[in-house]
């Protein structure tokens, strides 16, 4: 479906306020492969509100606005991307994702009617249909617009944070660039590590850092709501048989994904952090929390596919390497199973079907115990680096009373002018995230 303005007019000079309207021309191909138009008259005097700033929230809010309609997006990270700007690459393909992010981040800067607030938190939604009172939070940035990002402030910044972005496996300064191509591109002092010395004050000769900054109450009234709150990795520190925490070499896909990233902590070197040594036998543990009435009782959608593509990453960078994945069921629909026949076809790829029982210490490396299901016996396998196939949670959001299934994702059916898009309301890959995007955008047109 796409949509074109095709004409636009005024109420009455003698209004006290205009309401803008415009007649919307949805193109539309039938059963029978013939495009039709209807033209609807709808009032594009109420704006947007995109709650979450990842892949989905960035392209229902360029989709809308790009038809003309004010759009306000919110996100609680002092940057713009969600969890796709903390990937090294996508599948199949194995392509980065800043390419296509990057076209998202310019729509959003050549566009006017879009506006965005960053640090910033939903506190309270009131109103119905057509008519939301909305009040968020922005909190401090101690960073102004004049930042240029030269970086005098992080160089003479005493206080250290863990690096969130990175997962903690490095730390940077309380004064902080979140990453080299964030959005937008200005530093943040983390006002909970920051021991107000003021050196970043008088390192920065432009003037853009005010330590006595105070948080916002911003009161806003929006037609409809998108919430693409997005996910959270299961904790790991949960799941007590297979040692994240306890051992050094155990970690996440999402940490793995720093890893192997060009601007990861280690400059995309896989490296175990233990001792910073190259892993020759990787392990990768399928369902680590989902499919699991102890934790996650679904299935997270596109675990399968992110260790296998991330076997491509130990093959590609370690070349004598071996990775072995444990796994209950390989889950590649559709066009992504010749992506899964490509892998496993490497001779040095192992895949192992059973679910792995316990990791242990053993010496300097660890032992992963699974039944392997097809030879019945019971496996032992000595590797360098296990890596935990976390599954996919839905992020916790106070700010909004909304419907919500059984697993925690945000109910489809909510009939109030408030609508949900991409992993807020289902796990699901980058593709679909983006398609379910544009349909919310749409959705959120029609209902105001």
């Not at 209004?15 to 029978?32: A, R």
């Not at 419907?403 to 408030?418: A, L």
Request: aromatic share 8%.
């Amino acid at each position: 479906m796409r949509l074109t303005t095709k004409d636009s007019k005024e109420t009455t000079k003698d209004s006290k306020e205009k309401v803008k309207k415009t007649f919307v021309n949805f193109v539309v191909k039938s059963h029978n492969g013939k495009r039709s138009s209807l033209f609807a008259e709808v009032d594009m005097s109420q704006d947007i509100l995109v709650i979450g700033g990842g892949i989905s929230g960035i392209t229902t809010a360029v989709e809308a606005a790009e038809t003309g309609y004010n759009v306000i997006l919110v996100e609680k990270n002092p940057y713009l991307g969600g969890r796709v700007v903390q990937m090294n690459r996508y599948f199949p393909k194995l392509c980065p994702p800043y390419c296509g992010m990057e076209i998202n981040l310019r729509r959003i800067r050549t566009n006017n009617k879009i506006r965005h607030y960053t640090l910033t938190e939903v506190q309270n939604i009131t109103g119905n249909k057509g008519n939301y009172e909305v009040t968020i939070k922005v909190n401090p940035r101690c960073v102004n617009e004049k930042c240029t990002a030269c970086g005098e402030c992080s160089k003479v910044c005493p206080a250290e944070r863990a690096n969130d972005f990175n997962f903690g496996i490095n730390s940077t300064k309380a004064a902080y660039l979140p990453h080299e191509l964030a959005f937008p591109y200005r530093y943040v002092v983390d006002s909970s590590a920051c021991i107000k010395c003021g050196a970043c004050v008088d390192a920065c000769k432009y003037g853009a850092i005010n330590l006595q900054m105070q948080p916002e109450i911003v009161k806003l009234n929006v037609g409809s709501i998108v919430t693409a709150t997005g996910w959270q990795p299961y904790d790991a520190k949960k799941i007590d048989n297979l040692g994240f925490g306890k051992h050094k070499d155990v970690i996440t896909n999402m940490m793995m994904e720093r890893l192997a990233a060009p601007n990861g902590p280690t400059c995309g070197k896989i490296l175990r952090p233990s001792d910073q040594k190259e892993p020759k036998r990787v392990a990768f543990v399928q369902c680590a929390g989902s499919r699991d009435e102890n934790h996650l009782a679904y299935c997270s959608a596109v675990c399968c596919l992110a260790s296998l593509k991330q076997i491509t990453y130990v093959r590609e960078n370690i070349p004598d390497s071996e990775a072995y994945m444990f796994y209950i069921d390989v889950r590649t629909p559709g066009r992504y199973e010749e992506f899964y026949t490509k892998v496993n076809s490497d001779e040095k790829v192992h895949l192992i079907k059973g679910k792995v029982a316990s990791v242990e210490q053993d010496g300097d490396g660890l032992i992963v115990v699974a039944e392997d299901i097809l030879s019945g016996v019971k496996s032992r396998v000595n590797v360098d680096l296990v890596v935990l196939s976390c599954g996919m949670q839905p992020t916790n959001f106070s700010g909004l009373n909304i419907n919500r299934d059984k697993n925690g994702f945000i109910s489809t059916e909510q009939g109030s002018g408030i609508y949900a898009s991409g992993v807020a309301k289902k796990p699901q890959d980058v593709s679909s995230s983006v398609q379910d995007a544009t349909g919310a955008a749409l959705r959120a047109i029609q209902s105001r």
